[in-house]
């Protein structure tokens, strides 16, 4: 079954403590990407990768980092995660020939 | 960034009616798709538009890319239960590989 994984689903955490989110796909696509997603803002793109080692920033990197460094993965890293990082985020990826294939979100709460 | 502006907001409707949502911008685009998320879950492709003008329907739903190509449509007819969800829209101004831009999300509600 094609899919797009993301752990963990609901988190917890204190202000300033590192946190890796990881997302992980099973269609060997090329393209993947990451989305916060706020009331009344809709989905922004944080970072995108278009394949192995190529990442880009999107509309609202600080604060994140990401790799890919294997083409099923692309975790995104809070090194020193801030109240205004709390957020439901989402991973989605892509072929040339297919339209963004989303996880099913990772909600994080930073208090 | 740039954003779409989507509307309305929140729609609460009766089951049986039939909805309609817009997407608007100040930008051409080249590609429209609408996206629907289910509570608790992630956006889910409904339809995916690449020729102005193009009108596509699946099921109960039809999207329509605008001549302008400045907007897009999305209707969806006699409402039930299920379609409970925030829809969004999202445009790529570019070729194949360019970034996807959102919609703020039209929230719907349907009252058996």
């Known amino acids: 079954e094609a899919q797009v994984t993301q752990n963990p689903r609901y988190l917890i955490t204190v202000t300033g403590k590192k946190l890796t989110v990881t997302c992980s796909q099973n269609?060997?696509?090329?393209?993947m990407s990451w989305y916060r997603q706020d009331p009344g803002l809709g989905l922004r793109q944080i970072y995108y990768s278009m394949n192995v080692e190529v990442t880009d920033k999107g509309d609202v990197p600080e604060g994140y980092k990401v790799s890919r460094k294997e083409k099923r993965n692309f975790p995104l890293i809070l090194e020193s995660p801030s109240p205004n990082q709390t957020s439901l985020y989402f991973c989605?990826?892509?072929?040339?020939?297919?339209?963004?294939?989303f996880g099913q979100g990772t909600r994080l709460t930073v208090v | 960034g740039q954003q779409l502006n989507q509307s309305p907001q929140s729609m609460f409707i009766q089951e049986g009616e039939d909805v309609s949502m817009n997407c608007t911008s100040s930008?051409?685009?080249?590609?429209w798709l609408w996206y629907k998320q289910d509570p608790g879950e992630g956006p889910v492709l409904l339809i995916a538009?690449?020729?102005?003008?193009e009108l596509t329907s699946n099921g109960r739903l039809t999207a329509q890319f605008g001549i302008t190509r400045k907007d897009s449509f999305l209707n969806i007819s006699a409402s039930i239960p299920s379609d409970v969800g925030i829809y969004f829209c999202a445009g790529r101004q570019s070729s194949n590989t360019g970034k996807l831009i959102f919609g703020q999300g039209t929230t719907l509600q349907v009252k058996p």
């Open positions: 989605a990826s892509r072929s040339m020939n297919t339209e963004a294939f």
């Open positions: 538009l690449y020729k102005a003008g």
């Open positions: 930008s051409i685009f080249n590609t």
């Open positions: 269609m060997n696509h090329e393209y």
